[in-house]
């Protein structure tokens, strides 16, 4: 079974092949230096440069793999949620190839994809949890199946991957400012009690890191209204420790706050052994080691993508349409994209 994925939900434009529960090739696009003028994602050009991308990256996966469209046993679109028009740019092309060449569809939520993909280096076990950490999302969710998931806890306001990149932007960092914030941060010195540990008083499975970027902001104003490297910051070399200390600083109460969330979702549901971390965030070094341990001393295994898995790629856009049509479920032509902030509809059908 050969599968075509299709993934626009953001600035990555990518198409990958997974054939059998193995993936085959993949070709991506990416927008970063394009959207770094203007230190964040503008929707209207990256759909442009979609439409640009789309065409010329199927190209080369297919002859690359000596391929035709007749090859194809299905075509998997990333169909929400993310930006409308970027998911609208990759819904018409998924869509033209299948009528072209009668396939089915299938839409993928591109949140679940982010940790289903684990399965393509590991052997996927259920029941198990997922924690996804990423620029617009950080939630939690209980998976009985690779079609069956229950989500469980959700960011209330920014994700883990917004305050990173909002928390790089006040302290003078490149855009995107996650990676060098984690750079930053290895080479300083964690103040636990520094920065708070936000929205733990609670009995929820719920997070909120908005107050945690204020206190950055705050801190940042009194102690670095006159910076003593140069704005923006792309080189961690040029940073004085004092700025590495916050970092870490920082890092720290992001990373210990999810370890906490996901600690109290694991006491709730004994049956889970296995952990899935993905999403952006999921490449944070601290993170990785420490959702790693955790899973160790309770006898689980933990699951997490290498790191060029971590952000948005079409690899786990086509492994997750797989498992759907393995599982014998396909969309049909009517099938809508889904932008941020709605909720994606389990609105498949059997295979006939």
């Not at 498992?323 to 099938?335: E, I, N, P, R």
């Amino acid at each position: 079974m050969l599968v075509l994925g299709i993934e626009s939900s953001c600035d990555e434009t990518g198409l990958a092949l997974v054939e059998d529960g193995h993936l085959r090739d993949a070709v991506l696009a990416s927008q970063a230096d394009v959207h770094a003028l203007f230190g964040g994602v503008v929707p209207e050009l990256a759909s442009r440069e979609h439409l640009r991308f789309m065409g010329p990256l199927y190209d080369t996966l297919m002859q690359r793999q000596g391929l035709r469209l007749a090859d194809l046993d299905a075509v998997a679109i990333a169909r929400g949620p993310g930006l409308l028009g970027c998911l609208l740019v990759g819904m018409a092309f998924a869509k033209g190839l299948c009528l072209a060449g009668n396939l089915p569809l299938i839409g993928v939520n591109h949140l679940l994809a982010h940790l289903l993909v684990t399965g393509l280096d590991s052997e996927l076990v259920f029941p198990s949890l997922g924690l996804l950490v990423s620029g617009g999302h950080t939630n939690i969710y209980y998976f009985s199946s690779p079609v069956e998931a229950r989500q469980l806890g959700r960011t209330l306001d920014d994700a883990a991957g917004e305050a990173f990149d909002k928390c790089g932007k006040v302290l003078g960092l490149s855009y995107p400012g996650g990676k060098l914030l984690d750079a930053l941060a290895r080479r300083g010195r964690a103040d636990a009690h520094l920065f708070p540990r936000p929205y733990l008083d609670n009995s929820n499975l719920d997070f909120s890191f908005s107050g945690l970027k204020t206190a950055v902001a705050l801190y940042s104003g009194e102690h670095f209204a006159k910076p003593a490297w140069p704005v923006p910051l792309a080189n961690a070399d040029d940073a004085p420790q004092e700025l590495c200390d916050c970092c870490a600083s920082f890092n720290l109460a992001v990373v210990e706050t999810l370890e906490a969330k996901v600690r109290r979702a694991l006491d709730r549901y004994p049956d889970v052994r296995c952990l899935m971390v993905a999403g952006g965030v999921a490449a944070n070094s601290l993170l990785r080691e420490r959702m790693t341990d955790l899973m160790h001393k309770r006898g689980g295994v933990i699951h997490m993508p290498p790191m060029a898995r971590c952000t948005d790629n079409a690899s786990m856009i086509a492994y997750t349409g797989y498992l759907q049509y393995k599982a014998g479920y396909v969309h049909d032509l009517s099938l809508e994209a889904v932008p941020r902030g709605r909720a994606i509809p389990e609105d498949w059908h059997a295979v006939s």
